[in-house]
């Protein structure tokens, strides 16, 4: 049974930085296209960010193209979202999510963490 814990979210003032981390357990993180989402109050869900299975294509969302990195440490098992210069409409929940290499839906989803952003 795949699991995903995500960690790392808080409090931060517009401009400042912080990371997210999404631990898996139950599969490899090679064996998975993994994924960060993140869902502000009242708002659809949004895409920011994933990563293939191969670690070798990633992909943005247009709001946070620039200021926002995916990456993933295979030995931990673990994919990150760094994310820099954060902005107000930054806030909201933020998810990980795995997928099957060759599907493009999220199967599995972790708990998520609040990232707030104060002005």
């Known amino acids: 049974q795949v699991q995903l814990v995500e960690s790392g979210g808080g409090l931060k003032q517009a401009g400042a930085s912080l990371s997210l981390s999404c631990a898996i357990s139950?599969?490899?993180?090679?064996?998975?296209?993994m994924g960060w989402f993140r869902q502000a109050p009242g708002k659809e869900r949004e895409f920011v960010a994933s990563?293939?299975?191969?670690?070798?294509?990633?992909a943005y969302g247009d709001s946070v193209k620039g200021r926002f990195t995916i990456s993933r440490d295979t030995a931990k098992n673990t994919v990150y979202l760094q994310m820099n210069s954060l902005k107000p409409e930054d806030t909201g929940v933020y998810y990980c999510?795995?997928?099957?290499?060759?599907?493009?839906?999220?199967?599995?989803w972790g708990q998520g963490t609040q990232v707030t952003v104060s002005s």
């Open positions: 990563i293939s299975s191969s670690g070798r294509t990633l």
């Open positions: 999510a795995a997928r099957e290499p060759a599907y493009t839906t999220y199967d599995y």
């Open positions: 139950g599969r490899a993180v090679s064996t998975c296209g």
